[in-house]
């Protein structure tokens, strides 16, 4: 027996060993691709040495003789800190993640090969500036030096997900920017979702003029009535319902943190505004700014400051791109919100039934335009696809984002679209930006803007201008749907007759008030076919905007910060009291612990809330759940299954019905029931259910309810953050205030366990005072590292979750008294 414990003791302590060991060996691999900051480096292809000094928070402010090799010292320092992200989203935009991935990116990639967004982008490299293609080819260079030296010293091959996941990285092109330019479209965009959903939804409804109700206009002015969908279409076209496939989302594209499609109410947003030196305290311009995005670990924000021969530009770039997307310079301020244009339409191409390779066009039959295009695919066959255009653009399957709910018999569905450019200037443009010394400058450096289309907020020394840039499509007066369902493709009223000139976008310097400002709300009021859009991304954050701008005379840097932080939900403050007026201080005193007591405790811990969704609280949870089962519960019954793609509270749709908005009070009424239920009715039963749910989970103890304990900000690195035990190291979780509608945006997920994860928001925040430039600041939401294992992988995630920011310096020797280390490239011996 003691052999035997001696023997089981011995075979223990040596899996002990053997498994320190190997935890030993995956830290010293993974470690060996740690970069390190303080060191000289021999590299090809620069003119001059450059300096790369890396401030405490690890953001490099680079240093260069010329703008060239700046750029180089940018490329060089991307790849250090984020080339699995760099390579990943080059590999989505090539359509080529399942060479990786396997068989769950598939239909991603058969989705972006349809676009064909790469080989836009190769045709863009020689429509751009030359200046512009100088720093493309330069940061190609620096990226490429980073990739030699990994090869060269073996450095672990430059990220630890190249272990997992052993893929040759080929070298950086000028294309490649360009390309991920290009995905920032596609990851912004949902005007193609928008248009199938309201295609489908109009075939669902019982009743004409509901549409309006469940997708009701940003309010303003009035806008004529649309067709019904089913008058648009040839007979046949789609069905009411259609199901959700497991594992892929409302879309019918796969559910993975690795698609670059945004899942309904996730597609771009932002917050910006302006003072002029009038509003300003201090007697300098104002500017801030927070572009929202979905949540990763890392970041797709990257901090970095550029010493050009002009002078210093800092802000927020994005890994792959050598440009400052938002920030400042020593002379001009920028930010940019989404504009919401509508800038794709959807059309139904009749195919001809004596020949499947013919489609109709406006004189007749014309032939499709075909080329065949090979997928790769880890651990499986390869698949080989046929892709397809029209003259209006990519022919796309029914099965991407339903298309086939919507598409008539014998047709199929096409998208023209303004990022499926192939003379995209887009870089050029922010390029310009970046020198620009002036708002007329900057907004003349617009010009060049294709896509995504954007709000451009600036400030200058001495004024403050907004300017919507982006290529604007001239639609016929006559478009059977105005653009906002599909239409017939061969039909010339509904082809796009090019595009309107950029001096018609929407054009704002110097205004009367001193201040303006974005928050991705309805900017116009033109008629269609003048209008920016239908469909707008903000009716709420702009009334608590509008309010704190106009609540004092003049503002400075921290009075923006507190907007840029505030939590105050002006949507529950006007929804409680519309949706719950006959349910406070009424009935009966009922015992503890029946459901009508804890009711009566939920109600009157509402009323006493101010709408501050703070983390702390338990009203913002109370609240949240209510609005989203009485959203729910109105619309089921109608809509069916597709009532699962309303995620997201829908407050204009809400007070519609609850003021009985030309009859919308219908809704109300469950129309399978043989009563006729009442608002009050569905309220008092919506809080209800959402009680339940909430004592389910967390109790039915309301006061010790926390906001923040399922309003957590998820970072999550979307490719290691499902994988057991190592997602505790990759993901970055923390509890935050805000919600849906408030300034500090943290959009819910929506679906899932948990519906209230915060999964969307700033992460990127700045805001600039011209009055005294250097005491401007930012913060992005993880760490200038991709790197798990380095100490800048989440430093900067604590200082952002509450709400502090970092000093944007161009001062020199600031950035140097604290460097965690200072890297000097230095031209190859010849």
Known sequence: MRTIFRWLLRIAGGMVILAVLAVAGVYFLASRSLPDYDRTVRVDGLSAPVEIVRDNANVPHIFGATDADVFYAL???????????????????????????????????????????YTQAIASVEDQTPETRSALTAYAAGVNARLNEINRDSLGRGAPEMFLFDVPV????????????????????????QEVERARVSLALPQAGMLRDILPDAPGQEILDLPEYASLMPKGAGSRYAGLTPGFTTDGLPDTPLSPFPAPGMAGASNAWAAAPARSASGGTLLANDPHLGFTAPTVWYLARL??????????????????LVGRSQYLGWGLTSS???????????????????????????????????????DASPVTMTLRWTDNGPVLPGSHYHLDTVTPPG?????????LSPDDTSLSAGLGLMYARSVDQAIEAGRLHIAPSQNLMLADAGTVGFKMIGAVPDRDAAHDSQGR?????????????????????????APEGGIIGNTNNKFTDRAFPDNVAFDWGDTQRIHRWQRLMQSREVHTRDSFIEAQLDTVSFTARSLLPLIG??????????????????????????????????????????????????QDRLIRDELGPLADDFVHLDPVFIERVFRDIDGAGRWCDVIRSAVTETCDDIARQSLDAALIWISERYGDNLESLRWGDVHQAAQDHPVLGNIPVLRYFVNIHQDTSGGDNTLMRGVTKGTGPNPFLNVHGAGYRGVYDFADP?????????????????????DLAQLWRRGEYIPMSLDTALAKAAAVGITHLEPAAR
């Open 411 to 419: 047709h199929v569905a096409s998208i023209n679209w303004t990022a």
């Open 581 to 630: 007026k006959d349910l406070w201080f009424t009935g009966e005193p009922a015992p503890d612990g029946t459901p009508e007591r804890l009711r009566q405790d939920a109600l009157l811990l509402l009323a006493d809330w101010n709408g501050e969704m703070n983390e702390h609280m338990p009203e913002p949870l109370i609240y949240a759940a209510w609005a989203a089962a009485l």
């Open 485 to 509: 369902m599909p239409s017939l493709g061969w039909r010339s009223e509904n082809r796009w007759k090019g595009f309107q000139p950029y001096d018609n976008n929407i054009q704002i310097v």
């Open 340 to 378: 919401y244009l509508d800038d794709l339409d959807t059309y139904m191409e009749e195919v001809n039934p004596e020949n499947p390779e013919e489609y109709r066009g406006p004189d007749g039959w014309e032939t499709f335009r075909t080329r065949r295009s090979i997928i790769g695919i880890k």
């Open 170 to 193: 080929s070298p950086w092109q000028p294309a490649d920017s360009i390309a991920i330019g290009k995905l920032l479209a596609v990851q912004m965009s949902g005007q193609l979702a």
């Open 75 to 117: 490329g060089y320092a991307h790849a250090q800190d984020r080339l699995w992200q760099m390579i990943t989203l080059r590999r989505t935009v090539q359509g080529r993640l399942s060479e990786i991935f396997g068989l769950r990116t598939v239909e991603i990639d058969k989705l972006m090969r349809r676009y064909d967004l």
């Open 307 to 324: 010493e050009l021969q002009q002078g210093g530009v800092i802000g927020g770039t994005i890994p792959g791109i050598p440009l400052v």
């Open 774 to 794: 250097d005491s401007s600041v930012f913060i992005i939401s993880t760490g200038q590292s991709g790197h798990p294992l380095s100490r800048h992988y989440d």
